[in-house]
């Protein structure tokens, strides 16, 4: 109640609230402490399963939240089997499933379920139990502040567009499509150039398919600007680039000097197959098809940021973060975005 009556006359003293507008102050589900992350890289938020101490990965690019199989083993979890498959960017598969008990500060959900991570995703250590995803994520507005290092779930029962309960001179406010997957689409200018992008917590670095870098930009893969950068990991044939583009904008809010990995193309066939789901798996909706996403913004961009996702609104409320506070911070895990069909 407190929480939601400061964020109350947070909106009144920005935006002059009248008697006869809508009365819906902003109300807080829970609230905890993001586990720092060296640069930022990931956003880490401390949980219980069965009762024991573990860590999630938010991951907004992620399909169904996860669990490790190692931490599965290590809570000695039956596993069970789904006709849901579940795909990770390198096109490996999960298809069971686990129960646990999930505490994430104030909130608490008896028996529920986790996906099973495919088989050889690495999320660090066992101290890192898996991922956070839109299943989850989207029957809640997300305030992500990486200035506080708070990670904050509200209810979405409170007036559209009265959000910004903190200090901002400058404030985007982004359209976005969401997904059946729950998948976050919105455009960005990258070098002047309108583009879709995903929005994805999960993903350390932000990316951009090799064709749109060759079609779009001119970039010649291997040059000195565009130099290779090593293989996709089950990979070994796909190659991976860098490059260093003037400005990324999101609504007018830009980074300038944006450093952007460039990948083969396989996101696009893992987002096909998601919109095209075989028989046995869950059936595609009608906004399923995700094909036309050009890149994953990622952690490297997103950190910049103070981030609210309003998914009832289809809307982002975004402005620059506050400069975050001094404290020692962990190795970021590697990258788990997800498909799904």
Same mark, same amino acid.
């Given at each position: ?221 291997? %040059? +000195?600007?565009?130099? *290779?950068?090593?293989?996709? #990991?089950?990979? @070994? =044939?796909? &190659?991976?680039? /860098? ?78 973060? %506050? +400069?975050?506070?001094? *404290?020692?911070?962990?190795? #970021?895990?590697? @990258? =788990?975005? &997800?498909?799904? /069909?």
């Amino acid at each position: 109640m407190r929480f939601a009556m400061t964020f109350a006359a947070a909106l009144a003293l920005a935006g002059g609230a009248h008697a006869d507008e809508c009365a819906k102050p902003l109300s807080l589900v829970t609230s905890v402490d993001m586990t720092p992350v060296e640069d930022n890289r990931a956003v880490l938020i401390p949980v219980t399963l069965n009762g024991k101490q573990k860590q999630l990965l938010v991951d907004t690019g992620g399909a169904m939240t996860e669990m490790s199989p190692e931490v599965a083993d290590e809570l000695a979890l039956p596993r069970q089997k789904t006709g849901y498959q579940l795909f990770d960017v390198s096109g490996r598969v999960s298809n069971q499933y686990v129960h646990a008990d999930l505490g994430l500060g104030t909130l608490t959900a008896k028996d529920m379920i986790f996906m099973l991570a495919p088989s050889g995703q690495d999320f660090g250590d066992t101290q890192i139990a898996g991922l956070l995803a839109p299943d989850i994520l989207k029957n809640y507005d997300v305030d992500i502040d990486f200035g506080a290092g708070k990670f904050n779930l509200l209810s979405q029962d409170h007036c559209e567009g009265k959000v910004i309960y903190w200090k901002a001179d400058v404030v985007a406010v982004v359209p976005i499509k969401v997904m059946a997957s729950g998948h976050i689409l919105l455009p960005v200018t990258l070098n002047g150039k309108q583009l879709t992008a995903m929005l994805d917590t999960g993903a350390s670095n932000t990316t951009l398919s090799e064709p749109i870098a060759e079609q779009e930009f001119g970039l010649k893969m291997g %040059t +000195p600007d565009t130099p *290779a950068t090593g293989t996709l #990991a089950t990979r @070994s =044939a796909a &190659t991976t680039y /860098h490059h260093v583009f003037d400005t990324l904008a999101v609504e007018g809010i830009a980074v300038s000097h944006t450093d952007i990995d460039i990948m083969p193309d396989f996101l696009k066939q893992v987002a096909t197959e998601a919109a095209t789901p075989e028989t046995g798996s869950h059936l595609a909706g009608r906004r399923a098809d995700e094909t036309q996403q050009a890149m994953l913004l990622g952690m490297n961009i997103l950190r910049h940021f103070h981030i609210y996702i309003a998914y009832k609104e289809d809307k982002i409320y975004i402005t620059p973060a %506050t +400069p975050p506070a001094n *404290a020692p911070a962990a190795a #970021a895990p590697a @990258s =788990a975005t &997800t498909a799904t /069909h």
